[in-house]
């Protein structure tokens, strides 16, 4: 059922150097803050100090007064147009419940005011003079806090639009049911349940949130700003300051890293709406804590699973129930929330009663927002924990387990088109998984029949493994759109125009390759340029793993016209039948052995005979999200006097499709896994009885550093999606569902306890070591 | 701005100079060596910085009465000296791996890291457990058990300190440091030391430092008694380690709990004493 | 206040407020690859080499870099002007230890100052050389190969 690759490729499946790489890695002034404009203001924002309050007074005149200030901005004198910060397709699936200065405030971090001037210090001095009369309001700290009978209503405006009910504080709210769950587990043999609790996590990108606004030269509003969705970006400032789109531009130019928190309307009304009051560029830079706390940052959340199963193993009846944390505002709260069952369940289409409910809840604590992942790993987790204690139950191996459930090549599931992201799913079937291969390498690669179960002892250490499998999706069937623009030069090389966001992830490498490919042409004669409104075509951006198999598409469409208009050109030079012709080392070659150049084709189209110009725009909007597929693996060390959690070795099994670079592709999933051990062991964001974060450093937030990495294998297994740009899937996200629930797994395959609360801190092992024992 | 107040950043060439300048301008005035704290600080009271750098208070020395560093030596200088590889068993090395990273050890000095005197300093968990002493400048030269400089602040208003002397150690003493943190590059939840002098294999001499408990290193005189007079092994370790599990002042922050730091306690204070046990017995590590 | 630096071989004098950080001073007369990560020293993407060793230039006065050599990342290429690329360099762009590229030239430094004073290090010793330069893209895992790599490509005196 499985398809297999036919073509052999020249450039796609090569680890290519990155199109930017020489750039950044001899710091070339390639970011948003790397270049100078004069005239340049420098703006300033006030937060609130309070996680709940109303504003009843503000008076910015003394800071208005400061020489040097050129613009102070509060509710008083800004847009009351409510709209959301999510940077999703329109019409956003995320409620218009924010402001940019509201009169109320909603959690320690929220936006008050803003100053605009010459230097830093006197913007930040300015901030000094403004002056606030808070009415303070009760906090809600917690979302059991915020369901409460009684709880203060945290989103009391009138004026807000898509909270599903903002006097009980629910942001987003999701029941899906296929078959009878009751009766399912009425029928079920065995059954399990578990309650897994993740954290507020932030995604630290190396690179803050920064934006620099200005005008050009025939007056329009250039937005340069460290962005993963430059076209939303431009619909949304649009609308939240009243002027037409087309008076507007937004450049990305190389960015820092997202993982997420950059889908996201975050500063750029700011910016944009300071330099359109005052005429000058105007430039935001977050600082480190800032970027904690003002930011984005994951949905904490509680989920519970319960599994019934029959004797033969085989799962009958699945529920997922989620309570989602999303702070103060929702911006991605029901998509967050959709994706905890529409990214997980799938995976164990073979239980046919399926009930997955959930609720987003606001609190008066920093936004949650897009995370890579995107509520997968909040959902994996208890669902492999849950998978492993079943295993445990019927006496089956845990990959025994999976194997007779996991989903395979032909198959389907009900979730597909159950669960959308704030519409309808879309039904799908699977074209492509190896995760059969997945799970039968990883376990060879680890070990795991020889150690697994042993808990070897080394001093106070113990060994255990544990394991678990995931899947994540391609785009957003039927709604993200990428397009591609290809035009040809006289000397054989081509521009590739694409919206698509390269995010530090490759994509503008990895798009090249593919145009390359179907061109005939090396890398090198690709030149990419992307992520300008102005310039390159819509794609939504880079978000839900969409860039390689949607706008890779694009790319591969737009290449093909290409390619056959060039055909068509030497066919009248060489007065031969197109049919005839093939392209290959830059040349067109005919069977009779006759060739013309790429050169000499385009400088005819260009100048000579019938002339036009060579290129095309082609979009793709897919269908289908076919899934990637991984197993994951860990080999982990307990030191039983300490809690310490060690991990060996950690092996990743990896089927996202053909594989477009290699060495790219594995970053990917390195990197993922890297952010995936850190939520699972070390991070976590700590709050003050009064909402305050108290460890907004990167000092007091631990990530993984270069000396905490385990030893990584990663194999990316050869395999072939029909619906994807040379058989390609996606593999941005799926590494970062993993870490929790095979860590989990392999501390109980060591130490006997199952943990259900991220992340395993030493002290949080060692507690549980010890009541376990007791 | 890091230091929006700062007026003055001069760097004497003598050291009565350096005195005076803080003398007079009290503490609006700071003397540093690399000078991180202070720029971290971003301290609007700073208005004049003392950089000691041209005072050639650089260098490690092996002397009859122990390894002299000089203030402004550099962690990383430290690390790197030859007199210190063989120092008991290389234990200083040992800890400063362990201290920070590269760019903070190549620019954070030891005379600014004694007087900074963060809690979780891994340095002074160590030299407090390696009897260190520290020479002081104020106006007159003196030399002080570094214990004595965070018993009485006063010691250092204002005063210089311009070394640190590390005590000779007679064969049959062995020393150990270990930390305990969240991640490598973090500082620590809890550290500890110990150095044990031995006379026909009886511990004559102990001392027992816990640092980040989360307050400053301090010694551990009734955990460090039990030993006394007698050898070590697994028993009398853990006794040891028992008595400083009880005994140590622990609270909770947010890096852990004060009981978890407890087990802590327990752990290191068991495992300096084992790895020095070990290398006293001419064990390999 | 009146500094001077020799900033990748060139002598500069220079005006500075005295509380000013060398990272902002840098940044200010157009050395952009000297990134703004954190402010405190906990990032290590501002590392700069202050007389051959790495240095978080957001906590050095740039007071206290005054007559002293600072090296940035734009420094490394063509020591020889050929514009040909650092070893390290090379290894970055060749391994794929470069994905946004933000961290990539404090980190670069930092393997930089590594391979200078050890030139034959082990893994464990590369992970310690880098250990103060956090990365989210990565995961460390070819940035450590790259630099494996390059070492031995300059033990060799070959080029990459």
Known sequence: MCEERTTEFTVVGRSERKVDGIALVTGKPKFVADIDLSNMLYVKILHSPYAHARITEINTSRAEALPGVMCVLSSKNTPSTRYTTAGQGYPEPSPYDTRMFDTKVRFVGDRVAAVAAETEEIALQALKEIEVHYEELPPVLSVDAATALEAPIIHDEKDATGIFDPVRNISAKIDINVGDVKQGFAESDSTVETTCETQYAQHTPIEPHVVLSYLDEDGRLVLRTSTQVPFHTRRIVSYVLGIPLHRIRVIKPRIGGAFGTKQEILLEDLAGLVTLRTGRPALIEFTRQEEFVSARTRHPMRIRVKLGAKKNGILHAIEMEALSNTGAYGAHSLTVLSNVGSKTLPIYNKARNVRFSGKAVYTNLPVAGAYRGYGAPQGYYPLEVAMDKLAGKLGLDPIELRRRNHIRCGESSPIFEEIGEGREGVAQTINSCELERCLEIGARRIGWAKKRGLRTRNGPWIHGLGMSIHMQGSGIAQVDMGAATIKMNEDGSFNLLVGATDLGTGSDTILGQIAAEVLGVPLSKVIVYSSDTDFTPFDVGAYASSTTYVSGTAVKRAAEEVRGQIVGVAAAMLESDMTNLTIKDEQVISIDGRSVTLTEVCQRAMYQVDQFQIGATESCVQDQSPPPFMSSFAEVAVDTETGFVKIVDYVAVVDCGTVINPKMAQGQIEGALANGIGYALTEVMLFSSTGRVQNATLFDYKILGALDIPPIDITLLDSYEPTGPMGAKSVAEIGINAPIPTIANAIYDAVGVRLTKTPFTPERVLSAIRSHSV | ?285 | MKIELIVNGKQQELDSAPGETLLHLLRRIGYKGVKKGCESGDCGACAVLLDDRVVNSCLVLAAKADGHRVTTVEGLAGQDKTGELHPVQEAFLEHGAVQCGYCSPGMIIAAVDLLAHNPNPGDQEIKEGISGNLCRCTGYVKQIEAIRIAAEKMRKGTDV
């Open chain 2, 1 to 285: 701005m890091a230091l929006s107040n700062l007026k003055e950043y001069v760097r004497p060439d003598e050291l009565d100079v350096a005195l005076s300048l803080v003398k007079e301008r009290g503490t609006s005035a700071r003397v540093i060596g690399g000078g991180i704290d202070l720029v971290r600080s971003s301290s609007p009271d700073i208005e004049t910085l003392v950089d000691l750098s041209h005072l050639s208070l650089s260098y490690v020395r092996q002397t009859d009465k122990g390894v002299a560093i000089g203030a402004t030596t550099t962690l990383t200088e430290i690390l790197e000296a030859p007199a210190l590889e063989n120092y008991l068993q290389g234990v200083v090395v040992e800890m400063l791996h362990q201290v920070g990273a590269p760019p903070l050890r190549n620019l954070a000095s030891m005379g600014g890291t004694l007087a900074s005197a963060h809690p979780w300093s891994d340095v002074i968990t160590l030299f407090l457990a390696l009897g260190a002493q520290v020479t002081l400048y104020n106006g007159v030269t003196r030399m002080v058990p570094l214990s004595d400089l965070y018993a009485s602040r006063a010691l250092l208003s204002p005063a210089i300190i311009t070394e640190a002397l590390l005590p000779a150690y007679a064969k049959g003493t062995a020393a150990a440091f270990m930390k305990f943190s969240r991640t490598k590059f973090d500082i620590a939840i809890l550290n500890c030391a110990c150095l044990i002098s031995t006379q026909n294999g009886d511990c004559k001499g102990v001392r027992l430092t816990a640092g980040g408990t989360p307050q400053l290193a301090t010694l551990l005189p009734a955990a460090a008694e039990v030993l006394l007079g007698r050898r070590l092994n697994q028993t009398s370790i853990g006794q040891a380690a028992g008595i400083a599990r009880e005994t140590t002042f622990v609270r909770d922050d947010l890096r852990a709990s004060g009981n978890y730091r407890r087990e802590l306690v327990y752990a290191g204070v068991k495992r300096c004493l084992t790895c020095v046990s070990r290398q006293l017995s001419g064990v390999s590590q």
